[in-house]
């Protein structure tokens, strides 16, 4: 019996498909890490061009109609694409900024979320925007969800990436919002 466990010990034959055995698993689980890794990064980094976009094309304009927010709006979720942007939170603000440096909402849209109260108070961060003048303000939240196969979770939770962007208008103190 000593003879036979020794010499089977000292069998090398198999010891590949084991050692697979081993560390398959371990890489497989390394290779979707990665994969939802990058594609977490795209979606984040998708959400921060269709928010900037927003803003721009907003800041971009003199007055802009209901048929120009929509389209704006729409660009957002287009931008998203692959992703399933239909579920993504946006708004679009024009905040005046009073000669006294108070803050107030100008006008406000939003797809999947409230606008904010024409004339509410509205805090914006550090020292931007001249008296007088007007901040647009494009705010987006995404929510990410895993890979999925056939509809169940195979790996990760849901992310929610927000992000904010804030441009000063290009030819004009305040964008005014004409809803006819």
């Known amino acids: 019996m000593y003879k036979n466990l020794r010499k089977l010990w000292r069998d090398k034959t198999g010891l590949a498909a084991v050692e697979f055995a081993f560390i398959a698993p371990l890489m497989i689980l390394l290779y979707l890490g990665v994969v939802e890794l990058s594609d977490a990064m795209i979606a984040n980094r998708k959400l921060t061009t269709a928010t900037s976009t927003m803003a721009d094309l907003v800041a971009q304009g003199l007055t802009i109609d209901d048929d120009e927010m929509s389209d704006i709006l729409l660009s957002a979720q287009a931008i998203m694409a692959p992703y399933a942007a239909a579920d993504m939170q946006i708004r679009v603000t024009s905040v005046n900024v009073n000669l006294d440096g108070t803050t107030v909402v100008g006008w406000s849209d939003a797809v999947n979320m409230s606008p904010l109260s024409t004339g509410g108070a509205y805090t914006l961060p550090g020292d931007i925007g001249q008296p007088g003048g007007s901040i ?36 004009t103190l305040r964008v005014t919002r004409d809803t006819n």
């Open 136 to 171: 647009i303000v494009s705010e987006a939240t995404f929510t990410h969800e895993a890979m999925t196969v056939a509809g169940n979770m195979v790996f990760g939770p849901t992310i929610t990436f927000s992000d904010n962007f804030y441009l000063e208008p290009r030819r």
